[in-house]
């Protein structure tokens, strides 16, 4: 998910809510809870490490496409390719009450992460940390 200037990496195990939290920060968008929403991939995406950036890039056969479970497939715009500036991961049994900021390595490239345990919603904390925490602008990423 594109989210403002950065994408957001959101990762699970299958049945754990990614396409639910993407169609949930796209609505918050549109709601105008967070500046903007797009979508990049659902299911499948390419993560490419390059200059110190990781790059997320949609898989061609399902670019533009999500499923929501009880609608089935839906064609939404989306963006061709971003830049990651953080990780979600869905039901994360290392999930903490007070989680300590650790970042995680993806191709040698360290992006913060927010854990969210089994059980718990996701999108209210997502908007939080997304809303309270300082992540790269489109400036640092050389996009803006």
Known sequence: MLIGARALLIRGPAGSGKSRL???????????VIPFARLIGDDRVHVTAAHGRLLVRPAPALAGMIEARGLGLRVLPYEPVAVVGAIVDLKAADAERLPSVSPVAIGGVALPRLAVAPGNNALPLVVAWLTTTDFPTAQDLGTG
């Open 22 to 32: 993407a169609l949930a920060l796209i609505e918050a968008a549109r709601s105008g």
